[in-house]
Structures are given as structure tokens and as C-alpha cells.
């Protein structure tokens, strides 16, 4: 019974910017949620990369490896892939790339999933480093990140589209992390250039948030919106 | 099969701003998704209240009436009600009922629902008047409202409240409506003095949003956040 007319996701972006870094959901329960998706592990340890019902760990130190089910995460979003659009990519790098999607399929105000299998010319990530209580602020903890990059690499982008009315809740905008094919290459995407590559779109009507509500840090914190405005632009871009 | 675990919103607060007063849902389908709850109407027509599985339209002529299940909505949250939380209030208005029950609840950072149920010794409300396309913006549509009051009314108090991180997805903080016993007086609720009541409320992991991503004007609209916010507080406090 998997609804793929929804984005699940667990926790918000803003929770966050504070430094609510400590693992609310286990992987086992979020996949129950999604087949494809992206997220962070607890302590902010990397980036993950769940894809066809297996979720990934890109670590701070280059290796990926398979996330086990009763690891925890304090922020991930997820669904069950069913593709509406499918079609080749003209764009050749990240920018124009995201320019032309948002305009040929209208997502201005819609949340939709981005997938895009191929070889990129050239791509490049970035992996949040783990943190260790008592955690710092996204931005801090996130100053500075190792940076990945390879030539001529076969792999998978996955992630979302959420209209700017959502940053807060969830990355407003573009958020789209990357895993190749050999898993020698992953992270938050920070850019690439697209030898031959195939794009999928999957737009939402529906979007669900599942907050922490009996974690007592989420419970206790006094978030700004303005500050978690700037963060996520900040440390999500 | 009523979830009883989140709120269900259809549109968000946000596209009444700039005018998107168009119904997007019918009432009957809103209702497969709660039985509790509140909204507006197609061309912002008045002030909707749904309570133990009906709607009600609160119109600027001070008249009550059930909505049929054919009439559409821009805008309404709704949930299956199943109350965690029961007990007399003891704040004798608004300010400081809100201000108690966000502390004693701990809602701060939780969506929840509210209905209290009971004898007001004088209550107020006001009624959103309907608009002909093409619509103006939400603030210029209700820089005039008809307002109403009573003295020792009987009634329900329905509504929401929400984390201030999803202002402009919904209104961030309380958005309560009211509906008298006899169905005499309705409305958005401007404030009210407590003879004696009791408050349920529910709280909730869940908010998820459905949004009208096949209506032409919400694809196309360019929001503004900080309009938006700012909007919301002039025009749903």
C-alpha cells in the first residue's frame, strides 16, 4: 500500500539551524514512508541518499555505506517513486538546469521529486561533518565541509522541489543530494556538469511533516524564522 | 478508517493573499478528511465551521447555514477529532487563554487542534464578506468586516494552533472560529470572556498540506513571503 502521491518528511530544516542534530526516527520506520529520498543521520553525520529502498551514508571522510535500520535520523524526506514526467536533459550544468525545470514543468509552487540518472562530465558534493553534543548551530557546524568531486561519473541525483513558501519547514527551493553508480562518490550536490543524463519529475499535491513532538529539545527550543531563513540559505545552497 | 493523527489542510494561507479565493475542493471530499474544523468558502464567503462531521457557513449577513457537499473552498484545515487533553479553562479571556494553554500544553512547537465547549459571558467575531473575481488581495478584502457579539452565548469554539516556522503555509500561531449553539451567531474569533468551559485539545505529530496543483492561478502566482506574513498578521488576528 504505498501512496505515491505524497512527500513524507520527518522533522523540518529549521530544527536544524539551532543544532537539533540527535536521530527523532530510525530508518527502519522512515522507509516505511518512501522508497527514494534524502536526509541526514544523527549528529548530523552526512549526508544520506536513499534510493530504491535503500538508504546511504556519504561520510565526512569519502566512503558510502548502507545505513542500518535502527540508526536514527533528526531529519529526512521521503517517497514512494512513480515518475510523471521522464525526459532527457538538455541543461548542461546545475543553474541552467534548475532554471529550465522549474519553467518546462511549472513547479513554481508545487513540491515535486527530481531524480536524474546519467553521467555527469563533472560533479561535485559536499558532506556535513558529525557533530558531538553539546551541537553547535547548523551554521557553524557546517563552516567548513570536505568537498568531493570526480570526472566522468555514473550515478543517481535525487531530491526535491518545494515552493519558497515552505523554506522553514523544508528547504525552499532546489535540495538534491547525489550517489554514484560504484558508491565511490556521494553527498549534498553542489554542482555538475551533464554528459548524457535522463531526468525524472514526480509532482506532489501533498506534502506531510512529521515533527518530534516527544523529543524535549525540539519541545523547549524557541526558533526564529528569520534566522532559520538565513541558515538555510546559508548551509543548504 | 478516520486517522486521527494529523491535521489535514487544503490550500495554504498563504494563497489568499495575494486573492486566490477560487474553490479548489469540495466540501464533501474536505470532509472525507475530517470531521472537525475550519476554513472559507469560495470567494472568501464568510467564515466555515465544521463541527461533529458538518459544515457551516458563517456569512457577513450574520446568517448560519450548513454547506452542501457540492460547495467549494479555497482554504480549510480540518482533523478527526479524538481529544488527548481534557479540562476546565480557568483564563477568563483570549490573551490569557492563549497564553496558558501554549505553556501548559506545551504547544510552542506542536500543530494541535482546540474546541472549547461552553457558556461565554460575551463573545466576538467577525465575517470575512464575500468577493467577486477578478479578487482583490486579502488585506484590501477585508479592511472592512461586519463584526458580531453576544452576551452569556452558548457555543463552540473550533480551530488551530501551529508552530510559528509554518506561517504562510497556515496561519502561525492561534486561528479560531466560532459557531453558537443555536446557530444565531458565527464567526473568526476577535476574543471572548469565559463564564464557564471546557477545553479539548489535540495534538499532533502530522500537518499535511494538499495543494490545488491543477488550478491555472496557483501555478502561476509569484508569492512573496514577507508579504505573505505579513498579510497574515494583519488580516487573521
Known amino acids: 500500500m504505498a501512496a505515491t502521491d505524497k ?71 521521503v517517497h514512494f517513486e512513480k515518475p510523471d514526467i521522464s525526459a532527457p536533459i538538455e541543461a548542461t550544468n546545475q543553474a541552467d538546469f534548475e532554471t529550465q525545470v522549474v519553467r518546462d514543468y511549472r513547479l513554481r509552487n508545487v513540491f515535486a521529486a527530481i531524480r536524474i540518472d546519467g553521467t555527469f562530465k563533472t560533479i561535485k558534493t559536499r558532506v556535513a561533518p558529525r557533530q558531538q553534543p553539546p551541537y553547535k548551530t547548523l551554521v557553524q557546524a557546517t563552516a567548513t565541509q570536505p568537498e568531493f568531486s570526480g570526472e566522468h561519473v555514473q550515478g543517481t541525483i535525487v531530491g526535491y522541489y518545494a515552493p519558497q513558501l515552505f523554506q522553514g519547514a523544508t528547504v525552499g527551493g532546489f535540495h538534491l543530494h547525489f550517489l554514484s553508480q560504484d558508491h565511490q562518490l556521494g553527498g549534498h550536490l553542489l554542482g555538475f556538469e551533464i554528459e548524457q543524463a535522463e531526468l525524472k519529475i514526480q509532482h506532489f499535491a501533498d506534502f506531510q511533516v512529521h515533527l518530534p513532538i516527544d523529543n524535549e529539545a525540539y519541545l523547549q527550543e524557541e526558533f526564529d524564522n528569520e534566522t532559520i531563513d538565513h541558515a538555510i540559505n546559508k548551509a543548504e545552497r
Open 7 to 77: 512527500i513524507f518528511q520527518h522533522g523540518t530544516l529549521g530544527l536544524l539551524v539551532p543544532g537539533l542534530f540527535d536521530g527523532t526516527i530510525t530508518a527502519g520506520e522512515l522507509l516505511t514512508h518512501g522508497d527514494t529520498g534524502i536526509g541526514t543521520l544523527d549528529g548530523l553525520n552526512g549526508e544520506v541518499i536513499i534510493i530504491n529502498g535503500h538508504a546511504y551514508q556519504a561520510r565526512e571522510d569519502g566512503q558510502v555505506r548502507e545505513i542500518a535500520a535502527d540508526e536514527t535520523l533528526p531529519f529526512a524526506s
